[in-house]
């Protein structure tokens, strides 16, 4: 028996020989887990590797691509073979895009049906609240995704193919289109892209693989229904206008930040030079993971801006972590319709009602306490800058992927605290979201008080 939840179904699992019923995220966060688990296995096998690499490098490399972090341990490029990066780029795709995607693109192609409990694991997987017109939701995806990384793959081409020839320059081309599209941030380069920060090709193509994935598929899957401004659903009209207004701040953040910076900036010759960089840097922090510049080197200032921005990351049902743009622009409007004393939020000709605020304040107060209870754990042991192991947990939250080097810095005890952040960061909103999704009727009602605040 399959118990039936109020939007469809339980699942089961076969533990020990007994059947346990879990929730749809529980099956789910297996599910990824299996997959880590698998992707260590093949990246472990000496065939992956051009030296042998230790089980913790293969689980970290592998959770981290599975959660398209792109936080690494070995040098992606140099310390795996052909074979151990096909894995890799396998593990960013299925991770990115998310596994039901994949499953039921898989049975919609062999012709075989989809019944409700496919459809409520992947209204889970897509951070859905309804299991209507999932389908094409998934098919708006398998669209965007053939079409997005067709386009990246042939761009790249233009600057690899004449650097290491049609094999390897083919290779890199289709490598870090999958890696950007799916907002992964790995590359097979030790220094990321910082060879070609001011190369034109890459500084438009790789921004626009990860910025189109970032804003959601739901957003994406508006835009191609409506074709317009005003028919768009609130939610992607919030998620446009806060990811704009993100960029923009971002990009002339940066840039009058590290613009005489001797690490970053500085030594470039022309004011074009800096802005290429300026842009590149700017757009990555929230999603990609990529550098065109050295991180390590950026102002502490500059280091607070970018911890910001990975905590909001991208959009909901998109590549990117984070606990996205909807929610932080909800904060906002909440904090804005607190002070002109509104009952409910207001934006677009639309409103929201308190049970939004609270959803956004549920989530923002567990990444607040993952982060700082991770930093926290970490610190014990931790003798490197703090700075440093904030950023690097900040990232690995928000599975954005960017370093200060302080990842190979870390000890067993750290590395275990990052690998479950990662996974945390990319799972855990699942699991959350059901529990906000599930609404369960108080038969009690409590006398209202007041407390003081401020």
Do not use: C
Not at 28 to 46: D, E, N, Q, R, S
Not at 176 to 201: M, Y
Not at 341 to 364: C, D, H, I, N, Y
């Amino acid at each position: 028996m399959v118990a039936q939840d109020r939007d469809g179904a339980a699942g089961e699992a076969m533990i020990g020989g007994r059947t346990i019923k879990l929730p749809p995220p529980a099956l789910l966060a297996l599910l990824y887990a299996a997959f880590i688990a698998a992707g260590a296995l093949l990246l472990k096998l000496p065939a992956a590797t051009t030296a042998p690499i230790s089980w913790s490098d293969a689980f970290f490399t592998a959770t981290s691509a599975v959660t398209v972090t792109g936080l690494v341990v070995v040098d992606t490029g140099s310390a795996f073979t052909l074979f151990g990066q096909i894995v890799v780029a396998a593990l960013i795709q299925l991770g990115g895009l998310g596994l039901m995607t994949f499953a039921v693109l898989v049975l919609a192609s062999l012709g075989l049906p989809i019944g409700m409990r496919q459809r409520v694991y992947l209204r889970e997987d897509l951070n859905q609240t309804s299991v209507s017109e999932l389908l094409y939701l998934v098919f708006t995806i398998l669209k965007v995704v053939l079409a997005m990384e067709a386009i990246g793959i042939a761009a790249l081409a233009f600057v690899f193919v004449p650097e290491f020839g049609w094999g390897q320059g083919l290779w890199h081309a289709i490598f870090h289109t999958i890696s950007a599209f799916n907002n992964a941030g790995f590359a097979l380069f030790p220094d990321s892209l910082t060879r070609w920060a001011t190369d034109p090709v890459v500084n438009i193509t790789v921004p626009l693989l990860f910025i189109v994935s970032g804003v959601g598929f739901a957003v994406l899957s508006d835009l191609a229904r409506t074709r317009a401004w005003r028919p768009l659903m609130l939610h992607s009209k919030l998620t446009l206008a806060g990811t704009g207004a993100l960029i923009v701040l971002s990009v002339i953040g940066f840039a009058a930040l590290e613009w005489n910076n001797p690490g970053t900036l500085g030594p470039l010759e022309t004011a074009g030079d800096k802005l290429w960089v300026s842009w590149f840097q700017g757009v990555t922090t929230r999603t990609a993971g990529f550098n065109t510049a050295d991180t390590g080197a950026m102002y502490d200032a500059t280091t607070m801006m970018t911890m910001g921005l990975m905590v909001i990351g991208g959009g909901s049902t998109s590549t990117a972590g984070g606990i996205k743009v909807t929610t932080f622009v909800v904060l906002i409007l909440a904090t804005i319709a607190f002070f002109r004393r509104r009952e409910r939020m207001r934006a677009f000709g639309r409103s929201l009602g308190p049970e939004q605020a609270f959803k956004v304040m549920a989530l923002t107060t567990v990444a607040i306490f993952l982060i700082l209870t991770s930093i926290f754990a970490i610190s014990i042991s931790w003798e490197g800058e703090f700075i440093d192991l904030a950023f690097e947990v900040t990232s690995a939250f928000g599975t954005v992927g960017l370093s200060r080097g302080a990842t190979g810095e870390l000890d067993a005890l750290g590395r275990a605290v990052i690998m479950l952040l990662m996974f945390l960061g990319r799972v855990g909103p699942l699991t959350l979201g059901f529990f906000l999704a599930t609404q369960i009727p108080s038969r009690i009602r409590y006398p209202e008080s007041k407390i003081f605040i401020g």
